[in-house]
C-alpha cells in the first residue's frame, strides 16, 4: 500500500471512530459550553477531510493533507471542530514546506499544528484540552526520529492516552462533571484510529477509563449556564488581505471562545456571544458572509440537565 493509500484509509478511520464515539463524545462535552454536541461536530468536520481525498491515490501525500485540511476548515463546526481544522492546517502547512512527507519531521509538524491553532484561538488553555495532546505528542516525538509513522504512532498514542487521563484534574469544568475533556477525548479517538490502521488492527484503541453516559448527563446538572447565549459561526469569503489576527481583535470584545481561522481563501469564525448580529457586521467588510449558524447554547445546556 502507497503512503498515499495510508493516508486515505488513516482519515477514514478517523471519522469512523469518531461516528462509533459520537454519542460518548457529545456526552462527555462540558467546556467550554456544557451542550453536548462535541461528537457531533467533530464527526461533521473530519467526514468533511476523509470525504475530500477519498478515491484520491494519484496525490502525494502532502497533496492530500492540504486537500483534508481545505474541506475540514469549510465544513467545521463548533469550538472542536474549528480548532481540530486549525491542528490540521498547522500540520499540513510544516509537511508543505518540506516538500515531501517525513515520518521523521512529525515532531516539528505537532508545533506547528499547536503554533497554527494557538494564533486561530483567542484565549488558548494549553492544560486540559485539546491542546494538552497536541503537546504531549509533540514532546514525546522530539526524545526521538522515526524512518516510519507506524513507529511514531506507537509513541504518539500512550502519550495522548496519558494527557488524556490527566485532563480530567487540570480542567476544572472537567473536573467538576468527573469526565475527560471531550476534545481531548476526539483528537485521541482519531490518534487512536491511525495506529489502528497502520497496526492493521480492526478496532481501534478506545477512551481509556470510559464512563457510564447517564452518570455523565446526571453530573452535568451541576454545571452553570452559559455566560454567552448563542454560539455563532460562519465563513467569511476573503476581497481583501486583510490579516485574521484584525478580525479576532474586534470579535474578542463580543464573547468568548473566540477562533478565527483562514487559509488564503476563507476565514473561519467561531465566538460565543450575545450579539450574533454584530459578530456578522464586523467580519463583513473582511468578505461576503456565507454558510451562517447561529445555536443558543442555552437551551441546549438547559435540555441536558433534563
Not at 230 to 241: G, P, S
Not at 253 to 269: F, P, Q, R, T, Y
Request: net charge neutral; proline share 3%.
Amino acid at each position: 500500500m502507497t503512503n498515499s493509500e495510508n493516508f486515505i484509509g488513516a482519515m477514514s478511520s478517523m471519522y469512523n471512530n469518531l461516528a462509533s464515539n459520537r454519542t460518548y463524545l457529545d456526552s462527555l462535552n462540558v467546556f467550554p459550553v456544557a451542550d453536548s454536541d462535541t461528537g457531533t461536530n467533530l464527526c461533521r468536520t473530519v467526514k468533511a477531510g476523509a470525504d475530500a481525498v477519498r478515491r484520491q491515490e494519484n496525490f502525494s501525500v502532502n497533496e492530500l493533507l492540504e486537500k483534508s485540511a481545505k474541506a475540514m476548515l469549510r465544513s467545521a463546526r463548533g469550538n472542536s471542530g474549528v480548532i481540530i481544522s486549525s491542528l490540521f492546517k498547522g500540520f499540513s502547512d510544516h509537511m508543505n514546506k518540506l516538500g515531501a512527507y517525513t515520518a521523521s519531521e512529525l515532531s516539528a509538524a505537532f508545533d506547528s499544528a499547536l503554533k497554527n491553532a494557538c494564533r486561530a484561538i483567542n484565549r488558548p488553555i494549553f492544560k486540559g484540552t485539546v491542546l494538552s495532546i497536541v503537546i504531549a505528542c509533540r514532546d514525546a516525538l522530539s526524545k526521538n526520529r522515526f524512518s516510519t509513522t507506524r513507529e511514531a504512532f506507537s509513541v504518539i498514542v500512550p502519550a495522548a492516552n496519558k494527557a488524556l487521563k490527566q485532563t480530567e484534574f487540570d480542567l476544572e469544568e472537567a473536573k467538576q462533571a468527573g469526565v475527560v475533556d471531550s476534545g481531548a477525548a476526539g483528537l485521541t479517538l482519531m490518534l487512536g484510529a491511525v495506529d489502528s490502521f497502520l497496526s492493521k488492527r480492526s478496532t481501534p484503541q478506545d477512551i481509556p477509563g470510559g464512563q457510564d453516559e447517564q452518570i455523565v448527563f446526571k453530573k452535568h446538572s451541576l454545571l452553570s449556564a452559559p455566560e454567552y447565549t448563542y454560539c455563532t459561526e460562519f465563513i467569511v469569503l476573503r476581497k481583501n488581505r486583510k490579516p485574521e489576527t484584525e478580525l479576532e481583535k474586534k470579535l474578542s470584545a463580543l464573547g468568548n471562545s473566540v477562533i478565527v481561522v483562514g487559509d488564503g481563501e476563507i476565514i473561519k469564525v467561531h465566538l460565543h456571544t450575545n450579539d450574533p448580529g454584530k459578530a456578522m457586521e464586523l467580519s463583513s467588510p473582511f468578505g461576503a458572509l456565507t454558510d451562517i449558524k447561529i445555536d443558543n447554547m442555552a437551551l441546549q445546556t438547559e435540555q441536558n440537565r433534563r
